[in-house]
C-alpha cells in the first residue's frame, strides 16, 4: 500500500491530467459526432462533456439502444465490451452483472447517480424500474471507481440517465415474441412466448421536464417453473427555477416474479419461486453562486426479496428479507484558475431484517477531493481522492487519477490509476441457511489498485482504441468449502489478480446520400490469477470471461436499418460459445415498426446456474414516437 500510495503521489507531480477525445459508440457508427459531444458525463462529483473525459468510458446512446437487438436492459449491456451479464432469468427477470472479470458484488449500478446497491446481495441490483423507452443514454466506466463513486465500485459502474427533454413527448412500444417451440411437458400447453409493453410520456417546457414511464412483461417459460412477470413504474421530475437554482425529483418502482427452477441449488429447486421488489425516491437540487455550485440530495432504496423454495408449501424453505439503504449528499464544485476543484460529503445508512440473515445495520460515511485540470491545449486530467469510514470496518482512503494527452489531430493516449473497496453484503457477513451456505462475520473488505492505460486513433467516421489494465484485489472473497458435506461458507481468499487486453473498432461508409454501412468489432480478453495458501479452489475466477468477442454490422437506407450483432464467449474452463442476433427497423412518420431474431444459430447455452437461455427466439415490435409538442 505505501509503495502504490508513493507512486501515485510521484506520478501526480508530473502533471495534472489530460484531454481525450474517447468517443467509443456500442453499434450504429452513424450515431453523429456532435450527438456525443453534447452528452455530458453525470457522475456524482464532476460533471464532465464526454469528449473531453479523461479515462475509457462506453457510452450507448438512444439511437443505439433503438438499432439493437435487446428485448431487456439486460440484454443490451451484454453488448458491452467487458460486461459480463449473467442471467438466471431470461428477458430481464433476474441477473448477475460484472465487469472485467469481476464478481457482480464489486460492481456498481445507478440511476441518475443514484446507487443500485443492494446490501442484503448483488443478485436484486438489476432489479430496477427503468422501462428501456426512459432511458437517454448508459455510462458504463471500467476499473477501481472510489473517486468517482465511493463504495463498491470496486471493477467499475454503470450509469443509467434518463430522458429530460425541452418538449413534450409520447411514446408507446409492443413487443411480442416466441420460440414457435411447444412448452416441456409437465408445465401446460401451448409455446414458448411473450411480450412487453412499455410508455413514456414526458411534458417538457423551457424550465421542467416531467417523466412518467411504466412497463409490463409477460413470458409463460419453456421449462417447467421458469415464467415470469415484471413490472416496472418509474417517474422523473426536473424543474428550474432560474438560471442557477433547479429542482429534480426521481421515483421508481420495480416487481419480479419469476421461477426460480435451476436458479441456486439445482436440481433440488425444481419447485422454487422468487418474488423481488424494489422501490428507489431520490429529491436533488443545484443552487449556483458564481464560480461555486452546490449540490444536495437525499436518496432511498428500499428492498424485499422473497425467496420460496418449495413455492406450494410456504411453511419451510422460505427466506425473507427486508432491506434498507438511505443515502444522503453534499456536493459541490468551484472553478478556479487552476481548474475546478470538486468536494463532497456522503453517508449510506442500511438495515436489514431477514428470515435467516437476521436484524443488523450499519453506517458508511465517506468525503472526496478533486482537482480537474489541463496543462496547455495537449494535457488534461483528473486527481482525488475518497476517504470513507465504515461503523464496522473503520477508516481507509483510496486515491486515483486519471491523465489523458492529445497527440495530434487524431491520436490521444491516456492512463488511469485507481483504487477502491468492497464492503462484505449482510448475506456474506451473517447468512443462516445450514447445510447450504453459512455466512463468516469476520469478513474484511475487498480492497483494490486498477491500473489502465489505452491508446486511441479517430478520423472522420473511423476509430480504433486498444489498451492494457491490471487489477489486484486484495482480501479477495469467495465462498468456499473443504469437504462436499460442509456448507459453503465466504472467506477472505488471498490476493485475485487480473491482466486484461482490449480492442474496439468502428468505421462507417457514406454510400450515397440515401445509404449508409457501417461495422463495429471489440475484444476483450482476461488472465486472472489467484494468490492462496488455502487448496479450494475460486469460484469467481473460474467462471468469469476469457474471451469476450462482439462484432456488428449495420445497413441503412431511406427508413430501413439492418444490425446484426454476433457475440463469442469462453468463461474459465467452460466451453466456447456463438450467439448471433439480428434487428430490422422501419421508419414510417411516427411509427417504428422492428422484427428481431435473437440467437439465429440456436446455440445451447447457460449464463448462471443451471438454466438453459432461451433457444431461436422471433420478435415484432411496433413503436410510436409523438415528440416536439410545444407548450
Not at 412499455?198 to 411534458?203: D, G, M, Q, R, S
Not at 413470458?219 to 428550474?240: D, E, H, P, V
Request: avoid cysteine; glycine fraction near 8%; aromatic fraction near 10%.
Amino acid at each position: 500500500m505505501k509503495k502504490r500510495t508513493t507512486l501515485f503521489a510521484l506520478l501526480t507531480t508530473v502533471s495534472i491530467t489530460a484531454w481525450a477525445q474517447q468517443q467509443d459508440t456500442l453499434t450504429d457508427p452513424s450515431v453523429p459526432r456532435s450527438e456525443l459531444e453534447e452528452i455530458v458525463i453525470q457522475g456524482n462529483r464532476l460533471e464532465t462533456p464526454f469528449n473531453k473525459v479523461t479515462r475509457d468510458i462506453q457510452l450507448i446512446t438512444q439511437k443505439q439502444l433503438e438499432a439493437l437487438p435487446a428485448k431487456s436492459l439486460n440484454g443490451v449491456l451484454s453488448y458491452i465490451s467487458g460486461v459480463d451479464i449473467r442471467q438466471r432469468g431470461p428477458f430481464g427477470a433476474q441477473a448477475d452483472i460484472s465487469i472485467d472479470g469481476g464478481t457482480s458484488e464489486q460492481t456498481l449500478v445507478l440511476i441518475n447517480g443514484v446507487k443500485m446497491l443492494d446490501a442484503q446481495s448483488a443478485h436484486n441490483m438489476m432489479n430496477i424500474p427503468l422501462p428501456l423507452s426512459a432511458i437517454d443514454h448508459i455510462e458504463v466506466l471500467r476499473g477501481a471507481a472510489a473517486r468517482v463513486y465511493g463504495i463498491n465500485a470496486l471493477t467499475g459502474a454503470i450509469n443509467i440517465v434518463t430522458k429530460k427533454e425541452s418538449h413534450s413527448t409520447l411514446i408507446a412500444d409492443v413487443k411480442t415474441g416466441s420460440s414457435f417451440k411447444s412448452k416441456e411437458e409437465g408445465d401446460g400447453s401451448g409455446i414458448y412466448a411473450g411480450g412487453t409493453v412499455e410508455a413514456t410520456a414526458i411534458l417538457g417546457s423551457e424550465k421542467q421536464s416531467q417523466l412518467l414511464a411504466l412497463g409490463q412483461s409477460n413470458y409463460n417459460g419453456r421449462r417447467y417453473n421458469s415464467a415470469a412477470q415484471i413490472t416496472k413504474l418509474f417517474y422523473n421530475g426536473n424543474y428550474a427555477f432560474n438560471h442557477n437554482n433547479s429542482l429534480r425529483a426521481m421515483a421508481g418502482y420495480a416487481r419480479s416474479l419469476f421461477g426460480a427452477n435451476g436458479f441456486y441449488a439445482a436440481p433440488h429447486d425444481l419447485n422454487s419461486e422468487e418474488l423481488v421488489e424494489s422501490s428507489v425516491f431520490s429529491l436533488s437540487s443545484k443552487h449556483s453562486f458564481g464560480k461555486l455550485t452546490i449540490s444536495p440530495r437525499i436518496s432511498n432504496r428500499y428492498g424485499e426479496d422473497d425467496y420460496r423454495f418449495y413455492k406450494d408449501d410456504l411453511s419451510k424453505g422460505r427466506s425473507l428479507h427486508y432491506t434498507n439503504a438511505l443515502m444522503l449528499e453534499l456536493n459541490s464544485r468551484l472553478v478556479t484558475k487552476i481548474g475546478t476543484i470538486g468536494l463532497g460529503v456522503e453517508s449510506r445508512l442500511e438495515t436489514i431484517n431477514s428470515s435467516n440473515i437476521g436484524k443488523h445495520n450499519r453506517n458508511n460515511h465517506g468525503a472526496y477531493g478533486e482537482l480537474s485540470s489541463r496543462l496547455g491545449e495537449k494535457i488534461r486530467g483528473t486527481i482525488g481522492l475518497y476517504a470513507n469510514y465504515n461503523t464496522d470496518y473503520g477508516v481507509q482512503v483510496y486515491p486515483g487519477m486519471d491523465l489523458a494527452y492529445l497527440i495530434n489531430a487524431h491520436w490521444s493516449f491516456s492512463t488511469s490509476i485507481g483504487s477502491g473497496q468492497r464492503i462484505p453484503s449482510f448475506t456474506d457477513l451473517y447468512l443462516e441457511q445450514r447445510p447450504g451456505n453459512v455466512g463468516n462475520e469476520f469478513l474484511q473488505p475487498e480492497n483494490a489498485w486498477s491500473y489502465e492505460g489505452n491508446i486511441q486513433y479517430r478520423k472522420g467516421s473511423s476509430s480504433i482504441k486498444a489498451g492494457y489494465f491490471y487489477r489486484s484485489i486484495s482480501d479477495f472473497i469467495d465462498w468456499v468449502r473443504d469437504n462436499p458435506s460442509d456448507p459453503y461458507s465466504p472467506t477472505n481468499f488471498g490476493k485475485n489478480k487480473v491482466h486484461g487486453l482490449y480492442v474496439r473498432v468502428q468505421q462507417e461508409f457514406q454510400l450515397d446520400g440515401t445509404q449508409s454501412f457501417g461495422y463495429t468489432a471489440s475484444y476483450n480478453y482476461l488472465h486472472p490469477s489467484l494468490e492462496t495458501s488455502a487448496q479450494t479452489q475460486s469460484k469467481y475466477t473460474l467462471e468469469s470471461l476469457k474471451h469476450q468477442f462482439v462484432a456488428g454490422l449495420y445497413y441503412r437506407k431511406h427508413d430501413l436499418s439492418l444490425n446484426v450483432l454476433n457475440r463469442l464467449l469462453k468463461r474459465e474452463l467452460a466451453n466456447a460459445y456463438n450467439v448471433l442476433d439480428i434487428r430490422v427497423n422501419y421508419q414510417w412518420q411516427d411509427f417504428l415498426l422492428y422484427s428481431e431474431i435473437t440467437n439465429l444459430l440456436n446455440t445451447s447455452y447457460n449464463e448462471a446456474g443451471a438454466v438453459p437461455m432461451p433457444a431461436r427466439w422471433f420478435a415484432l415490435g411496433l413503436k410510436y414516437e409523438w415528440t416536439n409538442i410545444r407548450i
